[in-house]
C-alpha cells in the first residue's frame, strides 16, 4: 500500500487525466497541474465521462461515488501548488526542452524528498535528473494509454535513482493496482526502443499501395496481436509518435527512427488518430 500523501501530476492531456483517474479511484489525493485553461476544461469533462463509464462496468473501487473521486482532484495553474506533494508524476508533451524546463522548476518548488517520475516516451531518465539536486530521488514511470485500463507500467531506472525511491514508486502502481516492470536507462527504454520502429516501418509501408487495414490485419491475425501497429500508433496519438520518434532520432543518432512522410503528412492534416476520430483509420 503506498505511503504516499499527495500525488502531483503535471500536465493534463490524456495520459495525465488518466494517471489522475488512476491515483483518485485508489483514494489517493492530486493536483493536476496544467498552464493552458483549455486544457483543463478538457481534461474535467473527459474525466468525468471517463469515470461515468468505469462506474457502468463496475471498475474502481466499491462504495466510491463519481463527486468523491473528482473531490480528491485539484485543478491548478500554479507549479506552487505542488508545494506539499510527496510524489510527482510528470505528463507533458514529449518535447526534451519542455521537460527540462519543467524539472528544473520542480526541483525548486518541491521539497527535498518529494519523488520525482517522468512519464516520458523516450527521454533518458539521467538527462532530467540532471537538471535537479535530487538525481536519486528522479526514475521514469511510462503508463500506457489507456492508464486506467492497463495494468503493467514500464518503470525506469536512472543509474543514480535510490533503492527507496524505486521502491516507493513501486508501492504507488501497487496501490494503483498495477505491476511494475523495472527496466534501465536509455533512449526509448525498451517498449519505444522497439515499437516506434514497427510503427515507423508500417507507416512506410503504407506508401507502397498497402492500406492500413491490411498492415494490422496481418499483425493481429498471423501473430495474435490485439492490436496492430498503425492501430495502436492511432490510439498512442499520431503527434506523439512524432515527437517520439523525434526524441529517439536526436538522443541516439539513429536514422532508423525518422518521421515517416505518411506520418507526418497525417499529423499535419489534423489527424492525430482516435483522439481526433481519424488517423490511419477512421474512428466513429
Known amino acids: 500500500m503506498s505511503t504516499e500523501t499527495l500525488v502531483g501530476v503535471v500536465g493534463a492531456g490524456v495520459m495525465g487525466t488518466g494517471i489522475a483517474q488512476c491515483l483518485a479511484q485508489s483514494g489517493i489525493p492530486v493536483v493536476v497541474v496544467e498552464s493552458d485553461a483549455t486544457a483543463i476544461a478538457r481534461a474535467q469533462r473527459e474525466l468525468r465521462s471517463a469515470l461515468r463509464l468505469a462506474a457502468l462496468l463496475g471498475r474502481g473501487a466499491r462504495g466510491t461515488t463519481l463527486e468523491a473521486v473528482s473531490g480528491r482532484i485539484r485543478w491548478s495553474a500554479d507549479l506552487a501548488e505542488l508545494s506539499d506533494a510527496s510524489f510527482v508524476i510528470e505528463s507533458v508533451t514529449e518535447r526534451i526542452d519542455l521537460k527540462r524546463e519543467i524539472f528544473g522548476a520542480l526541483d525548486r518548488h518541491c521539497p527535498p524528498g518529494t519523488i520525482f517520475a517522468t512519464g516520458t516516451s523516450a527521454v533518458p531518465v539521467a538527462d532530467l535528473a540532471a537538471r535537479t539536486n535530487r538525481p536519486d530521488r528522479v526514475l521514469g514511470l511510462h503508463f500506457m494509454n489507456p492508464a486506467p ?73 498471423c501473430l495474435g496481436h490485439r492490436m496492430g501497429p498503425l492501430r495502436t500508433a492511432d490510439l498512442i496519438g499520431l503527434d506523439n509518435v512524432l515527437d517520439t520518434l523525434t526524441v529517439l532520432r536526436e538522443t541516439t543518432g539513429d536514422d532508423r527512427y525518422r518521421v515517416p512522410g505518411p506520418l507526418a503528412d497525417l499529423v499535419a492534416a489534423g489527424r492525430f488518430g482516435r483522439k481526433t476520430g481519424g488517423g490511419f483509420h477512421d474512428y466513429a
Open 149 to 221: 485500463l492497463t495494468e503493467v507500467v514500464e518503470v525506469i531506472t536512472g543509474a543514480q535513482t535510490a533503492p527507496g525511491a524505486l521502491a516507493r514508486a513501486l508501492a504507488l502502481l501497487d496501490a494503483l493496482g498495477k505491476q511494475g516492470i523495472v527496466v534501465g536507462d536509455g533512449p526509448g527504454f525498451v517498449i519505444n526502443r522497439i515499437l516506434m520502429l514497427c510503427i515507423a516501418e508500417a507507416a512506410e509501408v503504407t506508401a507502397t499501395g498497402v492500406d492500413a487495414d491490411t498492415v494490422d490485419a496481418l499483425f493481429e491475425g
